[in-house]
């Protein structure tokens, strides 16, 4: 027999399982999971189940990100799944996914944002400095453009190695002297239980973190009524207000994660700020500017402030390195 319950006028069926599509890794698999408790808590006759799948992103490990120059690298595999029909619906780091998704798929909900800034994770002979303290030539691990391009700006006597592999892998490799610091996401030090390791959240006048970065995004496909549904009970709007900004800035400048494109934004009632900045990879010129308006009108706000930046040099920066990318 059939047990329907309703939930905002909409009625949905307990015997339909909805399948969650998450990447293997740990750091994907504790936010799948936190994304299915959530879920389950609010509509508990309905079974959530997690599938697991590797992407491009997971499998290519020897490569820098920015040589792989593929904006769907840790997407691509749970989008197909999902338009095949195999999963309901998949959890990403927002962070991760792309600004144009593929006919049929649509981003459904995003969730309240963790800290979004970048971290600063030191070897343990480091512990008494802080980013502008560390010695010349000291190695930081980075596999992100967005803070390599930003550090050199600021820190050009540094010394700059590509670093890759999950988490865990990057901080044995740090712990063993082969790195003297490390730059990652404070949220995902935080969701995997090591905030001890934050040595240093980096100020926003240092390092503007990506697009998306602390929040998760949840996509599914856009004909999934009952699905998108069940997914706007755990939307968090005001995080969702500044990933719009955002994306659509990203969006307006056509990049991706081979870009040094960093933003921040700020909420204060109906008012959205967004800051954003274009920088070379050689972190030699940098372009930055902020908006303000209405935060319902979000989107408007990154696509005003992406054509600022262009006419301010941004355009320049980005053909440069789009060159370069085909070049390689």
Same mark, same amino acid.
Request: hydrophobic share 40%; charged share 25%.
């Given at each position: %027999?059939?047990?329907?319950?309703? !939930?905002?006028?909409?009625?949905?069926?307990?015997?339909?399982?909805?399948?969650?599509?998450?990447? &293997?890794?740990?750091?994907?698999?504790?936010?799948?999971?936190?994304?299915?408790?959530?879920?389950?808590?609010?509509?508990?006759?309905?079974?959530? =189940?997690?599938?697991?799948?590797? !992407?491009?992103?997971?499998?290519?490990?020897?490569?820098?990100?920015?040589?792989?120059?593929?904006?769907?690298?840790? !997407?691509? =595999?749970?989008?197909?799944?999902?338009?095949?029909?195999?999963?309901?619906?998949?959890?990403?780091?927002?962070?991760?996914?792309?600004?144009?998704?593929? =006919?049929?798929? %649509?981003?459904?909900?995003?969730? =309240?944002?963790?800290?979004?800034?970048?971290?600063?994770?030191?070897?343990?002979?480091?512990?008494?400095?802080?980013?502008?303290?560390?010695?010349?030539?000291?190695?930081?691990?980075?596999?992100?453009?967005?803070?390599?391009?930003?550090?050199?700006?600021?820190?050009?006597?540094?010394?700059?190695?590509?670093?890759?592999?999950?988490?865990?892998?990057?901080?044995?490799?740090?712990?063993?002297?082969?790195?003297?610091?490390?730059?990652?996401?404070?949220?995902?030090?935080?969701?995997?239980?090591?905030?001890?390791?934050?040595?240093?959240?980096?100020?926003?006048?240092?390092?503007?973190?990506?697009?998306?970065?602390?929040?998760?995004?949840?996509?599914?496909?856009?004909?999934?009524?009952?699905?998108?549904?069940?997914?706007?009970?755990?939307? $968090?709007?005001?995080?969702?207000?500044?990933?719009?900004?955002?994306?659509?800035?990203?969006?307006?400048?056509?990049?991706?994660?081979?870009?040094?494109?960093?933003?921040? !934004?700020?909420?204060?009632?109906?008012?959205?700020?967004?800051?954003?900045?274009?920088?070379?990879?050689?972190?030699?010129?940098?372009? &930055?500017?902020?908006?303000?308006?209405?935060?319902?009108?979000?989107?408007?706000?990154?696509?005003?402030?992406?054509?600022?930046?262009?006419?301010?040099?941004?355009?320049?920066?980005?053909?440069?390195?789009?060159?370069?990318? $085909?070049?390689?």
């Amino acid at each position: %027999m059939t047990t329907l319950h309703s !939930t905002s006028s909409t009625i949905y069926s307990s015997t339909r399982t909805i399948r969650i599509g998450s990447r &293997k890794s740990q750091l994907a698999l504790i936010q799948t999971y936190w994304v299915q408790e959530q879920l389950q808590k609010r509509f508990p006759n309905i079974s959530f =189940e997690v599938q697991t799948m590797s !992407t491009q992103g997971d499998k290519i490990l020897d490569v820098a990100l920015a040589k792989i120059g593929d904006k769907g690298l840790f !997407t691509k =595999e749970l989008e197909l799944a999902m338009l095949n029909k195999e999963i309901d619906f998949a959890v990403h780091s927002l962070k991760d996914l792309p600004t144009r998704l593929p =006919e049929g798929l %649509m981003l459904a909900a995003v969730t =309240e944002r963790e800290n979004s800034a970048d971290a600063l994770v030191v070897h343990e002979k480091y512990k008494d400095k802080q980013i502008d303290t560390l010695p010349e030539g000291a190695v930081i691990g980075t596999s992100s453009l967005r803070r390599l391009a930003q550090l050199r700006h600021h820190f050009p006597h540094f010394t700059f190695k590509d670093v890759r592999g999950n988490l865990n892998t990057r901080m044995a490799k740090l712990d063993d002297g082969e790195y003297d610091a490390l730059i990652l996401a404070v949220a995902g030090l935080q969701r995997l239980g090591m905030s001890n390791r934050i040595h240093q959240v980096l100020p926003t006048d240092v390092s503007l973190y990506a697009v998306g970065q602390g929040a998760l995004g949840i996509e599914c496909r856009s004909d999934d009524l009952e699905v998108l549904s069940l997914l706007k009970a755990i939307e $968090h709007i005001p995080t969702r207000d500044r990933v719009l900004a955002e994306r659509a800035f990203l969006r307006e400048l056509e990049g991706g994660c081979q870009v040094p494109i960093g933003v921040d !934004t700020q909420l204060q009632a109906d008012t959205l700020t967004l800051t954003g900045l274009v920088a070379s990879v050689d972190g030699k010129q940098v372009v &930055k500017d902020s908006v303000t308006g209405f935060v319902n009108e979000a989107e408007q706000l990154g696509i005003q402030l992406a054509q600022t930046l262009r006419q301010q040099g941004a355009q320049d920066i980005l053909e440069e390195i789009f060159k370069t990318v $085909h070049r390689s």
